[in-house]
């Protein structure tokens, strides 16, 4: 069952095409990763996606119903939640009051959410803590416990490990696997290309804004004008 | 203390109506909507209250509760058409709200006064009914800025984009921001022309935009408390300064620009940074 589609979607900047054309379906209950270099259109998809920037033409679906023209806000209500390419939090808020911004969205929301998202997300230890006071890492941790404290059905993550070590970006695609399991769709933006191989279930590749490549994450990553965009011709799945 | 009260009972009445005055710009101001249209709310309600007062003979709690309700509802109405400005354009076209207001009070024939203002707006209204409804006015937006609420009008100022995301409703907050700055600018104009039984294009003119903004910087616009900072530091502040007779204005001048320079989020948020310092070293102790 597709969750959220993009149909033609474009979205132009005066004579700059940042996205142009673009179809993506994602299905329920899987990983979707978009792949593509910097200015690639990735982050204005995943934008248009959410309506903070109008769409130049193209439909957007969700649940089968268009939402173009819906109010922003709206979608986080209809289960729509996302991370963002840089840091934003709140600064005078602790870590604990941050997350809880997610859950303010429902008058009562569902018990322990909030308690939830923090122990899912590693950050027992600093829920007093301001964002000040954290590491890049740490500060991107919240930002995916926020979400999930809005209770999602989808949702949408631009650079989640972005300023993470090796180990930590482990802990975040084990993570973002086990969401999936439990039956949270995702749309996932990263530079890591083995992460991106070993978290998705299904790989989209842009460039110049239009889709180049769309497949499972071995097909994707193995497409000679994926390789010529992206990977350079050199690189290699460890997979 | 009777006597102390006695003789300073006009301060006294005046830092309660300027409190009111402050919080019509500050509650905006934390919302991050640059708007001083709390200010032309003033003019609104202090002329309301007397027009309703001398034509109509209404009491007073009717008389300000009208002038309210006018200035909420002009305020609502500028929120709508001024929704797409913001920062200095939003703060100017404001302004000319209140400068609109002096024109027209000018020019309003028998119904203003004209240039000479309208006289003789009495009522029983107490200098205690001024601090109840001072009172009542903090304690609800000190309300406000816990919970829920008080997330979503941080989330509205710091980051919009970010309110959206999670499904802030900002667009209604930030009229919100603009409906309460008019009632509490309204509430501030027509008790203090009620108190003092007069109004004059003067008393709703440019100055208080200077002294609203005054308060705000000095005292700081994150918090009600910072309000009421501003609105007794500049009270109270041509008293202790009296020695210096006419070089308080210079005076006024140096703090504002210091405070403008050196502590931008006022003397509260001096106090808030000295306090968070003191509890760091525990929260690192706890975390460790």
Same mark, same amino acid.
Request: proline fraction near 4%; aromatic fraction near 4%.
């Given at each position: 069952m597709t969750v959220i589609e993009a149909r033609d979607v474009a979205v132009h900047y005066g004579g700059i095409k940042a996205v142009d054309g673009v179809d993506l379906a994602l299905e329920a209950g899987r990983i979707c990763g978009l792949l593509g270099p910097n200015g690639s259109g990735k982050s204005t998809l995943l934008a248009a996606l959410t309506r903070l920037v109008p769409l130049t033409r193209g439909t957007l679906l969700l649940d089968g119903v268009e939402y173009q023209n819906a109010a922003p806000a709206s979608l986080a209500r209809r289960g729509v939640a996302r991370t963002f390419q840089t840091v934003r939090l709140l600064p005078d808020l602790t870590v604990a009051e941050?997350?809880? +911004?997610?859950?303010?969205?429902?008058?009562?929301?569902?018990?322990?959410?909030?308690?939830?998202?923090?122990?899912?997300?590693? +950050?027992?230890?600093?829920?007093?803590?301001?964002?000040?006071? $954290?590491?890049?890492?740490?500060?991107?941790?919240?930002?995916?416990?926020?979400?999930?404290?809005?209770?999602?059905?989808? $949702?949408? $993550?631009?650079?989640?490990?972005?300023?993470?070590?090796?180990?930590? #970006?482990?802990?975040?695609?084990?993570?973002?696997? #086990?969401?999936?399991?439990?039956? $949270?769709?995702?749309?996932?933006?990263?530079?890591?290309?083995?992460?991106?191989?070993?978290?998705?279930?299904?790989?989209?590749?842009?460039?110049?804004?239009?889709?180049?490549?769309?497949?499972?994450?071995?097909?994707?990553v193995t497409n000679p004008d994926v390789q010529r965009a992206y990977l350079g011709k050199r690189w290699r799945a460890h997979a | 203390m009777i006597a102390w009260y006695e003789a300073n009972v006009v301060l006294i009445q005046s830092m309660f109506i300027s409190l009111l005055l402050a919080l019509s710009i500050q509650v905006p101001f934390r919302a991050g909507v640059f708007s001083l249209a709390g200010i032309g709310s003033y003019g609104v309600g202090a002329y309301?209250?007397?027009?309703?007062?001398?034509?109509?003979?209404?009491? !007073?709690?009717?008389?300000?509760?009208?002038?309210?309700?006018?200035?909420?509802?002009?305020?609502?109405?500028?929120?709508?058409?001024?929704?797409? =400005?913001?920062?200095?354009?939003?703060?100017?076209?404001? *302004?000319?709200?209140?400068?609109?207001?002096?024109?027209?009070? *000018?020019?309003?024939?028998?119904?203003?006064?004209?240039?000479?203002?309208?006289?003789?707006?009495?009522?029983?209204?107490q200098t205690g009914h001024v601090v109840a409804v001072a009172v009542a006015a &903090?304690?609800?937006?000190?309300?406000?800025?816990?919970?829920?609420?008080?997330?979503? *009008?941080?989330?509205?100022?710091?980051?919009?984009?970010?309110?959206?995301?999670?499904?802030?409703?900002?667009?209604?907050?930030?009229?919100?921001?603009? &409906?309460?700055?008019?009632? =509490?600018?309204?509430?501030?104009?027509?008790?203090?022309?009620?108190?003092?039984?007069? &109004?004059? !294009?003067?008393?709703?003119?440019?100055?208080? &935009?200077? =002294?609203?903004?005054?308060?705000i910087i000095v005292g700081g616009s994150r918090s009600w408390a910072g309000a009421l900072i501003g609105a007794v530091v500049f009270t109270w502040l041509p008293t202790v300064l009296a020695f210096v007779g006419e070089w308080q204005t210079l005076v006024y001048g140096v703090v504002v620009a210091v405070a403008a320079i050196f502590v931008p989020t006022g003397i509260l948020g001096l106090a808030q940074d000295f306090v968070r310092r003191l509890r760091r070293p525990a929260l690192q102790g706890g975390r460790s």
């Open positions: 941050n997350v809880r +911004l997610g859950a303010d969205l429902r008058r009562r929301p569902p018990a322990g959410i909030v308690d939830d998202a923090i122990e899912r997300t590693g +950050l027992g230890e600093v829920v007093r803590a301001r964002p000040g006071e $954290l590491s890049y890492g740490m500060s991107r941790r919240v930002e995916i416990a926020r979400a999930l404290a809005t209770s999602p059905r989808l $949702l949408l $993550l631009d650079e989640p490990t972005a300023g993470m070590n090796q180990a930590e #970006r482990q802990e975040i695609s084990e993570l973002l696997r #086990r969401l999936r399991d439990e039956g $949270l769709t995702q749309l996932l933006v990263e530079h890591d290309v083995q992460m991106m191989i070993d978290t998705c279930d299904d790989l989209v590749a842009m460039n110049f804004g239009a889709v180049v490549a769309h497949g499972s994450p071995s097909e994707v | 309301t209250a007397a027009i309703v007062t001398l034509q109509l003979g209404w009491p !007073p709690f009717a008389a300000i509760g009208a002038g309210m309700l006018l200035a909420a509802v002009i305020a609502y109405l500028l929120a709508l058409v001024l929704a797409r =400005l913001s920062g200095l354009y939003l703060g100017m076209a404001t *302004i000319a709200y209140s400068l609109i207001l002096s024109v027209v009070v *000018i020019n309003g024939g028998e119904l203003t006064g004209g240039a000479q203002g309208l006289f003789g707006a009495v009522s029983d209204l &903090v304690a609800l937006l000190a309300l406000s800025e816990r919970g829920r609420l008080g997330r979503w *009008i941080d989330t509205v100022r710091e980051d919009p984009e970010l309110a959206v995301s999670v499904g802030v409703p900002v667009a209604a907050i930030r009229q919100l921001s603009f &409906v309460v700055g008019g009632l =509490l600018g309204a509430c501030a104009g027509a008790m203090n022309t009620l108190l003092r039984t007069t &109004v004059t !294009p003067e008393e709703v003119g440019f100055h208080l &935009v200077v =002294l609203a903004l005054t308060m």
